[in-house]
């Protein structure tokens, strides 16, 4: 089977190699010919992404996976994957990407291909948007939603793992789509009723962690004004088998979690609860300031250095990281900066606008990222300080051990 993957970005490029890998002949589209130059070398420009580390210079070689810049490469394809990056600025999704994207696809598609839609967007769109754009040449192209549900650093092993939801604008779209993830998934794949019931599918499972995670972040609250540790709560709670509530943290980042919720929100009637876990998880970093400043006091003047940058350990991506609000209110409040992270190097965190940290001791360290390496960090190197804990997921003993203040959330 040819299967065509559209865009070959952090979620693009390992699927375009997965599929490749299990047998089908890929060929990958993207704008940026730069990154095709590297992807056609045998080079991955993502970083970090078991599978495609060890196997794309191999489908490369053999040609089984085909980079290229343009669209005419798709017209035999049966099977047309979808990864455009939908963005969303402020809430308010940005289509002209996708557009742009979808008109292309319309003019090299075959007849009786499918186009399935793996882009998360809002509910409505295939059917509404898409569908009449890719069917103006061919009435017999297949239109489907199925959400990737992977995540940077371990796309394959999510592929092999998760549920495939599969839902078409029509019984026939969605059959074809099943047929073809049920060739190259071991994972169960899962048929719902309609296009629009896999995009609010997606846009559910991504709001409920959202809204999960701020009641955490109050739950943290809660147990600061009752002087109990939220992790024990929430440990006891959890062996109620109903009771999943998640952790609290000093923000929420990515390209999911902090922006899906707004795709909801948009292509629905609207709703307070989703509103009011946005506003809270927003919030966090801020919160974290306000701590900050009740333990070390003005923080005009004051050295604060932040552990890491990027928004999930061991993922060298920064999309929608707490560590900005982090330096930019820290900075406003005339404190000196300094971020680590053992994921990117000066020059990256430069680029990033932040300051990189070479061991000046400061009179504050704030955990941001829940890298493995902080879990060993050699506290005794530094003079007492104050620790901030914002994942809960340092040792208090080890810390408080080498005679700094250990500070956590809700603990």
């Known amino acids: 089977m040819k299967v065509a993957v559209i865009a070959l970005g952090k979620m693009g490029l390992p699927v375009a190699a997965y599929y490749a890998h299990r047998g089908a002949t890929v060929v990958g589209v993207d704008t940026d010919s730069a990154k095709i130059d590297q992807i056609r070398r045998g080079v991955s420009p993502i970083g970090r992404e078991p599978g495609v580390d060890e196997h794309l210079s191999r489908l490369i070689e053999q040609e089984v996976l085909v980079a290229s810049g343009?669209?005419?490469?798709?017209?035999?394809?049966?099977?047309?994957?979808?990864?455009?990056?939908?963005?969303?600025?402020?809430?308010?999704?940005?289509?002209?990407?996708?557009?742009?994207?979808?008109?292309?696809?319309?003019?090299?598609?075959?007849?009786g291909a499918t186009v399935i839609f793996e882009t998360t967007v809002p509910v409505g769109i295939t059917r509404n948007r898409y569908a009449p754009i890719l069917r103006k040449v061919h009435p017999s192209v297949g239109v489907v939603f199925s959400p990737e549900r992977v995540s940077s650093g371990r796309t394959w092993r999510d592929l092999d793992t998760y549920p495939k939801i599969v839902g078409g604008v029509d019984a026939a779209s969605a059959e074809a789509a099943r047929r073809f993830y049920s060739t190259y998934l071991p994972a169960e794949v899962k048929v719902v009723g309609s296009s629009e019931a896999a995009e609010m599918t997606k846009l559910a499972e991504t709001t409920y962690r959202d809204i999960n995670i701020a009641f955490a972040n109050e739950l943290a609250r809660f147990s600061d004004e009752w002087d109990v540790d939220v992790l024990e709560v929430i440990d006891a709670a959890n062996s109620q088998p109903y009771s999943h509530v998640h952790q609290p943290g000093v923000g929420v980042g990515g390209h999911c979690i902090p922006h899906y919720p707004y795709l909801l929100e948009a292509s629905t009637s609207g709703s307070p609860l989703i509103r009011a876990a946005r506003i809270v998880n927003e919030a966090m970093p801020q919160v974290v300031l306000g701590i900050t400043k009740e333990h070390v006091g003005d923080l005009e003047g004051k050295d604060v250095v932040l552990l890491g940058a990027a928004y999930r350990p061991g993922v060298p991506e920064v999309t929608s990281s707490p560590v900005f609000a982090l330096d930019t209110g820290l900075r406003t409040s005339g404190s000196r900066v300094w971020v680590d992270d053992p994921l990117f190097d000066d020059v990256a965190l430069e680029r990033f606008g932040l300051r990189p940290w070479h061991g000046e001791a400061p009179d504050a360290f704030i955990l941001v990222t829940g890298h493995e390496i902080y879990q060993t960090f050699d506290w005794s190197r530094y003079h007492p300080a104050v620790v901030i804990d914002g994942r809960n997921s340092l040792d208090r003993h080890t810390v408080e051990a080498a005679g700094h203040r250990y500070v956590g959330l809700g603990r």
């Open 70 to 111: 343009s669209y005419e490469v798709i017209e035999d394809a049966e099977i047309v994957i979808v990864l455009v990056p939908l963005v969303t600025e402020k809430g308010v999704p940005n289509f002209t990407h996708l557009d742009s994207a979808v008109e292309e696809i319309s003019v090299h598609v075959s007849e």
